[in-house]
């Protein structure tokens, strides 16, 4: 088991990902460290706690968009076979 330290919004937070994933959690931690300061930036959360809670809010509304679109594609894509005699 490795560990990380993720920093997210100038804090730093200690992080247990399986061994070889730690460039992906890394990765992940500075896309959810970009978000944050995006909405931070924006004056939308009033403290820390808040701000994280919006930027999960935000990060689940994206994860929901992604599943939806690729429902979406995948029905079309099931109308659109035919079948080849």
Known sequence: MAELNLKIHGHSYGVA???????????????VDSRASDIASAGAASNETHLLVLTSLV???????LCDHLQSAQANQSGEQTVVE
């Open 17 to 31: 990902c399986d061994d070889g994933q730690e460039e992906r959690v890394l990765e992940v931690g500075q896309y």
């Open 59 to 65: 990060l689940a509304d994206e994860v929901k968009e």
